[in-house]
């Protein structure tokens, strides 16, 4: 069963709003600003320490995500909305990191505050997502790995998922004799190894992306809710129960085993009974406060630095700050997007 479109404002072109992702988008949104703003010193006991050791399946997941959503655009070779799409990128990885670079040499030469950036960074980062806002190698990679799969379905048509099985595979093997890592050992020191080693993987989790939507996964296993759901149990109770056995084995087969939680996490979201929810005011309102990810990401480490001397919980990086930290990203994103509702800059906040 499909959930049920939503008649409001974000859904006034009849696209599809699937809350529990958008739910999983949201919590691994936190996580991600959790993990960037808390301070490990702070942890209390060892759950506040849980989110660091599974940090691997953050990236994957959203990967896997927005390749899902993007598949019939692409294998319909939709110019329109492919070119939305690499719009919808390059608008914030563009414009956020020169406003970040004009603010910081702004404060060192008029405030003499620390922080002056180089040309040379500004350059880096335009080229390759890092230099200036290093939260950008994730865009590069998204970008990347978009043109990639465009110029592959283009040329290859009809044998591209083909052609992206064998590239996988490869990429697989190369990473397993850790030939990848030997490669990027030398550039350790300047951000070419953080923002272009991953691409590798990441191509693999667009794949698992392409595939799930190839066989309309969704669709699939909320016709079969109850099966689905005891599977994905049994799953969730086994990985748990042999943890540690599957921790050994992840550095001989981490991208194998990212890429199964990555998949695992997206169905399991995918069937919560969230559809069942038939008043439409706290669907628009569940839909409100799972919105605005994309700006949350763009924006928390400047949300950090400008609020850390206002704020002792950022200040001293505590859980309470790292949640008030995507308040204030969440409610200038807001603002932004209502600003900017009519023009193509809204997209730097949503």
């Known amino acids: 069963m499909e959930i049920k479109k939503l008649k409001g404002k974000n859904n006034n072109k009849g696209k599809k709003i699937f809350l529990g992702i958008e739910f999983l988008r949201m919590i691994l949104s936190f996580l991600i600003v959790y993990i960037h703003c808390f301070s490990r010193s702070n942890a209390k006991s060892k759950f506040y320490l849980i989110p660091f050791k599974i940090l691997c399946f953050y990236v994957p997941t959203f990967f896997l995500i927005s390749f899902y959503f993007s598949y019939k655009s692409f294998v319909l070779r939709d110019i329109n909305k492919i070119v939305l799409r690499f719009k919808r990128f390059l608008i914030p990885y563009i414009i956020w990191p020169i406003l970040i670079w004009i603010k910081n040499n702004y404060n060192y030469y008029f405030y003499k505050i620390k922080g002056k950036t180089a040309l040379k960074n500004l350059y880096c980062q335009l080229l390759i997502g890092c230099g200036v806002h290093g939260v950008f190698w994730f865009h590069f990679n998204l970008i990347f790995v978009s043109l990639f799969l465009v110029i592959n379905i283009f040329i290859f048509k009809k044998n591209y998922m083909f052609i992206l099985y064998i590239i996988c595979l490869i990429i697989y093997i190369l990473n397993y004799f850790g030939y990848i890592s030997k490669i990027f050992l030398k550039y350790n020191k300047i951000p070419v190894r953080h923002s272009i080693k991953p691409i590798s993987n990441t191509l693999i989790y667009a794949t698992t992306g392409f595939f799930l939507s190839s066989l309309n996964i969704i669709n699939v296993i909320n016709n079969n809710k109850k099966k ?123």
């Open 228 to 350: 689905s759901f005891l599977i994905l149990f049994f799953l969730f109770f086994y990985v748990i129960k042999y943890y540690n056995k599957i921790n050994t084995l992840y550095y001989s087969f981490d991208v194998i085993i990212i890429d199964i939680v990555g998949t695992f996490l997206f169905l399991f979201f995918s069937i919560l009974p969230l559809e069942k929810i038939n008043i439409l005011f706290i669907q628009s309102i569940f839909r409100l406060i799972t919105s605005y990810t994309g700006g949350i990401y763009y924006l928390h480490p400047e949300v950090m630095l400008m609020f850390k001397n206002i704020f002792k919980d950022i200040y001293y990086r505590t859980f309470k700050g790292c949640f008030l930290i995507y308040i204030i990203s969440y409610f200038i994103c807001f603002l932004g997007s209502k600003i900017f509702s009519k023009y193509s800059l809204k997209l730097l906040f949503i």
